[in-house]
């Protein structure tokens, strides 16, 4: 549990959540041209990367724990 | 007017009384070591200061025009968020080294603390957002109209009543008591603007709970019964019929990604932003709060964006006016009390942004444009010596002028598309800041050309073809080029057609911007001391190296006479005895205190305080130039500093990495201690205040008292002495007093009713004192008898007067005993019997100077001795002639016998 806490808030997760962040918000350009066409799916399918990157943010930050707040 | 314009204004002013009510009680609490804003969810509600009107109600609009393009605006910073702990803490603990005020500043301290860049960084902030201060107050009073004039569903058109009836001026004005009164109301270095943003954070949750009201609203209680209701209708008839080919704007992926990089440079380099996120930063650890309750805030705000737009076009509202459906749709339904609400967190949202904005770039106007411009010279004192009414007339200045331009192009193309270009003037902060912190190599030339060549790109390709489109220059300009030179073209420069506007800007700028960073960074070298700066930041944790070798350096600078050089220099900015007083805590706080010769590294550390102190005041440029410019260091000492420096880094003798994770390590731990040693700090120092206070009373209660009992103890003591001395002095007195009075009585008595005088001779005078009634004695009347030896002579009987005065002078002469008997001769010639008994006094020269004696008038004895003689004289007489008769009768008996026997019977008679 230690490890995966380790990981979770270490530097490489943040780059990865960022690069995930990236991907996930490009997909629908991906996924169709005309992204107006899937407007009300679009959107929510982008609020749910949104929640997704919240938690994983949560996650890389443990909350409000108090701590020394290192990722190392 | 009607009634809706006074319960709408009547309810603003109350939310404007209630926000300045909330300001100033957490300024009390803040100056009562209560501090409200180090709070990490205060902190995180700030944030949303990101959330303008052109975002509250701008969304809809953009979702109307440009389905999800909106979204790009808020997923964007929660992008960048991911690797704040990484980089925001970087800004934070350089904000916290250098003490930086504000955006320019930050970058001006990297960059060799460089007054040019500072400027042109403060010329980029401004020129960026004054018309995005002007959108703000365009949306405050567009909207106050609608609220308003509009009650009662007629919300198509929107009268400009507002504008005419003084509405802006007023909210100018309040606009800028408040930034005064909470943003730069004091000029202290350590100052943070607590009460500003206590109203900050309360505004961010009354713009949110107001757009998620209408939110509800719109989705459960006008035509839709749920977001499945919508969902429903809006597959029966999608919007892009309903708003029409001609009206949608096309979403490009590259546009898409234009926006992501712009939302993202916004979140932190928008001059705001930066100063919410970094300056008013009060601990590292309020980021990890931030990074997940800052993107949650902004995903519950977007939540009903695009159901209010769907709501708004399925309801038969107008396109053109999607940016007001958050007011019309809860109008249009007769909801004004909701559409009241929204209209405050709509204010909120504009009110705040201006304030926060204006508060920055009068800081950095004040600090890095007018400041450097008015120089050293004495003509400008006037102006630094009240650096803080500069600052307020910037910020009245700054405020009136986006009122102005309002005013003037309030409904032009360039004011309503502002809202992304400002981001993208924001944007060409992002090479110089970013490269700063991770770029040792880069330098303050790359910074220069860098933000120059990009603000002149931004400034060519996106502002300028929004001037363009507002009419103001020709239309041929964006059509054919300036001048009919197509490859000059700037919405297609060099031939780049591919691109919308919005995503060629970007492009331009930043290709220009990073190029000329880049390059120019390469290109020139790095000065040892911009180097020096360079590392501190790349790596943060340098700072603490200077202090490791302090005892390998010799004391042998004049303490005093850098002590008179600070106060010079300080002198200039704060009054005098403000100045006597942060000299002395620097002193105090760097241990020189009572020191009369200080080290090269201690002068260092006391300049570098100096520096801070004016840093958080004027800017980290000016500062650094005052200091530069002061006698702080003379030449051979600025020699010996950077020797010093060479050593210090020399002693490390540690690998890079190893020597960062050390420092890293102990800066955390550090940074804890030392908020833990801050808070004790403070509870100590009010302990010890009142500790010091309540000794400070009683030492001078002491002082009063012992001073009082010492007073009276000596009074006591003399009036003791005194009692004493009187009281021995009166028993004295008395005694003798009764002595003498006894004596004199006695003496009186004696004098009065015996016979004796007592006499006192003055014999160099000649004087004769006689105690006793001498006249009476000697017959005459009181006072006749004259008090002198001669007439006591004169009155003795001749006969006795050569004895005794022989027998007087053989007693002063020879002190033989003087006692004598004679006789004075009384007025009828009559004698007086007197015995005299005297005794003289004699000098050190054995010359008698006074005699003392007593007579005695012994007349009475005299006569009565004679009277004795004479009886028995007369009894001697008597007796002779008694025995001479006995002697005869018994003669006669013996006759008389011898004749009777001769007679004869022989038997003798007996008659016989």
């Known amino acids: 549990m230690k490890r995966i806490l380790a990981l979770v808030q270490s530097e490489a997760f943040a780059v990865c959540l960022f690069v995930a962040a990236i991907i996930l918000c490009s997909a629908p350009f991906m996924i169709t041209a005309n992204i107006m066409e899937h407007l009300w799916f679009m959107n929510w399918y982008l609020f749910a990367v949104w929640g997704l990157l919240i938690a994983g943010i949560f996650l890389m930050t443990g909350g409000s724990r108090e701590g020394d707040g290192s990722q190392e | 007017m009607n009634n809706a314009f006074f319960s709408s204004t009547m309810i603003v002013f109350l939310y404007i009384a209630v926000l300045f009510a909330i300001a100033i009680w957490i300024e009390r609490r803040a100056a009562r070591g209560k501090n409200f804003g180090d709070n990490a969810w205060v902190y995180s509600l700030t944030l949303a200061v ?40 970087k800004f934070i603990r350089v904000k916290k080294q250098y003490h930086t005020t504000s955006i320019a500043d930050f970058i001006s301290v990297r960059y060799d603390k460089s007054q040019s860049v500072a400027a042109l960084a403060t010329v980029i902030a401004l020129v960026g957002s ?35 009836a003084g509405v802006g001026s007023i909210v100018v004005v309040c606009l800028i008591l408040f930034t005064i009164l ?76 234009s926006y992501f990089i712009l939302a993202i440079s916004a979140i932190m380099f928008l ?23 800052f993107p949650l805030y902004m995903l519950i705000l977007n939540v009903f964006v695009l159901p209010i737009a769907v709501g708004g076009i399925l309801g038969g509202h107008p396109t053109t006016e999607a940016d007001s459906f958050v007011l019309t749709l809860p109008l249009a339904h007769g909801n004004y009390w909701l559409a009241l609400f929204a209209f405050i967190g709509g204010l909120s949202a504009a009110g705040g942004m201006v304030i926060i904005n204006t508060m920055t770039v009068a800081t950095m106007v004040s600090n890095h444009l007018l400041l450097p411009l008015f120089g050293s010279g004495k003509l400008f004192d006037l102006f630094r010596r009240n650096l803080l009414y500069l600052r307020w007339i910037i910020v009245a200045g700054y405020i009136s002028l986006g009122y102005w331009f309002e005013c003037k192009i309030g409904g032009s193309y360039m004011l309503v598309n502002i809202g992304m270009i400002s981001f993208a003037a924001a944007l060409q902060f992002a090479p110089a800041i970013i490269g700063g912190v991770f770029w040792k190599r880069a ?28 009419g103001w220059f020709p239309a041929s300009i964006i059509t054919d080029g300036p001048g009919g030179i197509s490859w000059l073209n700037p919405q297609s420069l060099f031939g780049i ?50 202090s490791e070798k302090h005892g390998h350096r010799t004391a042998y600078i004049d303490t005093a006479q850098k002590k008179k050089v600070a106060r010079t220099l300080l002198a200039r900015y704060f009054s005098d005895s ?19 010769k200080i080290s090269i590294v201690e002068l260092a550390e006391l300049s570098a305080k100096i520096e801070k102190t004016l840093a958080g005041a004027l800017g980290a440029a000016v500062a650094y130039k005052a200091v530069s410019e002061s006698e702080l260091f003379s030449a051979e000492e600025s020699e010996e500093l950077s020797q010093a420096y060479s050593q210090i880094v020399s002693n490390l003798k540690i690998a890079p990495e190893e020597l960062r994770a050390k420092i890293d390590y102990y800066q955390e731990k550090e940074s804890l201690i030392n908020r833990h040693a801050r808070e004790l700090e403070t509870k100590i120092r009010e302990l010890e205040e009142n500790i010091l206070q309540r000794k400070r009373a009683e030492e001078e209660l002491r002082q009063i008292q012992l001073g009082l009992e010492q007073r009276v103890q000596e009074r006591t003591l003399e009036l003791t002495k005194l009692n004493d001395n009187l009281r021995q002095h009166i028993a004295e007195r008395k005694s003798v007093e009764q002595a003498l009075r006894f004596s004199e009585e006695r003496f009186r008595i004696a004098a009065q009713k015996a016979s004796d005088f007592i006499y006192e001779w003055d014999i160099s005078s000649g004087k004769l004192e006689w105690f006793g009634s001498i006249d009476e004695k000697l017959g005459y009347s009181q006072g006749e008898f004259p008090r002198t030896i001669d007439a006591w002579e004169k009155a003795m009987y001749p006969d006795d007067r050569q004895q005794v005065m022989a027998k007087l002078k053989l007693h002063l002469e020879k002190r033989s005993l003087y006692q004598q008997e004679y006789r004075m001769m009384r007025k009828d010639g009559s004698l007086a019997f007197w015995t005299d008994s005297g005794t003289a006094l004699w000098d050190e020269n054995n010359k008698a100077y006074k005699m003392i004696g007593v007579c005695t008038d012994i ?54």
């Not at chain 2, 009650?151 to 005419?164: D, E, F, L, N, Y």
């Not at chain 2, 004091?186 to 943003?197: A, I, N, W």
């Not at chain 2, 002639?881 to 016998?897: G, N």
């Open chain 2, 182 to 257: 909470f943003g730069v109301r004091k000029l202290d270095p350590t100052e943070r603007h607590q009460g500003m943003m206590g109203v900050l954070a309360v505004t961010a949750i009354v713009k949110l709970l107001a757009f998620v009201g209408v939110g509800f609203f719109v989705v459960y209680f006008t035509h839709f019964r749920g977001f499945a209701d919508i969902a429903a209708r809006l597959q029966a008839t999608p919007v892009a019929s309903l708003i029409g080919a001609g009206n949608m704007e096309q979403v490009t992926y590259v546009k898409w990604v």
């Open chain 2, 443 to 470: 330098n303050r030339q790359g910074a220069l050309w860098g933000l120059g060549g990009g603000f002149l790109a931004w400034f060519y390709t996106l502002l300028f073809p929004s001037f363009v489109k507002s």
């Open chain 2, 497 to 546: 057609i591919a691109l919308d506007p919005l995503s060629h800007g970007v492009f331009w700028s930043m290709v220009v911007n990073i190029g000329l960073y880049v390059v120019m960074s390469l290109y020139y070298p790095q000065q040892i001391r911009e180097k020096r700066i360079a590392e501190s930041f790349t790596d943060t944790l340098a700072r603490d190296i200077n």
């Open chain 2, 578 to 596: 403000h100045v006597n007083t942060m000299v002395d805590d620097y002193f105090f706080q760097s241990g020189l205190a009572g020191k009369e």
């Open chain 2, 130 to 164: 004054l018309p995005y201060i002007a959108l703000q107050l365009k949306a405050i009073i567009s909207t106050f109209d609608i609220i308003a004039f509009s009650r009662g569903g007629h919300t198509h058109v929107v009268p400009q009543i507002a504008q005419s």
């Open chain 2, 50 to 89: 990101y959330c303008t009107a052109w975002t509250y109600y701008g969304s809809v609009g953009k979702a109307v025009v440009s389905g999800v393009l909106y979204l790009p605006i808020y997923l964007g910073p929660t992008m960048a968020i991911i690797l704040w702990w990484t980089v925001l803490r």
């Open chain 2, 859 to 912: 007349t009475a004895n005299k006569l009565a001795e004679q009277e004795l003689q004479n009886k028995l004289l007369e009894l001697e007489k008597f007796h002779k002639f008694a025995v001479d008769r006995e002697l005869k009768m018994v003669e006669l008996k013996s006759k008389i016998k011898e004749m009777s026997a001769q007679a004869g019977d022989g038997t003798p008679r007996k008659a016989l």
């Open chain 2, 271 to 293: 001059p705001r932003q930066f100063h919410v996120l970094v300056i008013e930063n009060s601990s590292e650890k309020h980021i990890r709060t931030a990074m997940w309750v």
